[in-house]
């Protein structure tokens, strides 16, 4: 597992990652700042050295067993079909009745993005303690998974419009077979 964090202040000396690199993360999660009680107690217990010890909440083995249960549950053929018409909406969006993404979209979500959103909604489902997929859990994972996977015009950048309001777009236009 590997997490990374992206600090768009400080730049100098870092490169942006190329595209192909990006799409090898499973999700890209916006994190904002903490709220001022948050700060509070994280100044306070960094003063002290008071931090609390990590514990271990799951073995190896349980992790193992848990991946084999999600990877196991079952996904129906229609939200299957729904996860790649969304993907392919972004590669080729006029053919999806969204003509107006067209000059917004630059590069559209690869392969890889499909395999990752089958594998989040059904660790979504899971974790929602559900048996099966729904289209609840493709709502809750597909910013994650797109995110950074779709790459936008001059144009987009010009109108202020970013991936998430692409995202919303295809969520509100492409419709559930």
């Not at 904002?32 to 010890?53: L, V």
């Amino acid at each position: 597992m590997v997490l990374a964090t992206q600090n768009p202040i400080d730049q100098e000396g870092t490169y942006r990652l190329p595209e192909a690199q990006l799409d090898r993360f499973m999700f890209k999660v916006l994190v904002g700042y903490n709220s001022e009680d948050e700060e509070f107690e994280i100044a306070k217990k960094a003063a002290n050295k008071s931090f609390e010890t990590v514990t271990q909440v799951l073995s190896p083995e349980a992790l193992k067993t848990m991946q084999k249960e999600v990877e196991a549950l079952y996904i129906d053929d229609a939200l299957t079909t729904h996860i790649v018409r969304l993907i392919f909406a972004t590669r080729e969006p006029t053919k999806y009745g969204l003509p107006e993404l067209e000059n917004i979209i630059a590069y559209g979500a690869s392969p890889r993005a499909t395999i990752d959103m089958l594998k989040a909604v059904k660790a979504s489902a899971y974790m929602r303690g559900n048996t099966e997929v729904t289209p609840v859990d493709i709502s809750l994972c597909i910013k994650n998974v797109l995110r950074h996977r779709i790459v936008l015009s001059y144009d987009a950048q010009v109108d202020e419009i970013d991936v998430d309001d692409v995202i919303d777009t295809l969520l509100q236009k492409i419709e559930l077979c």
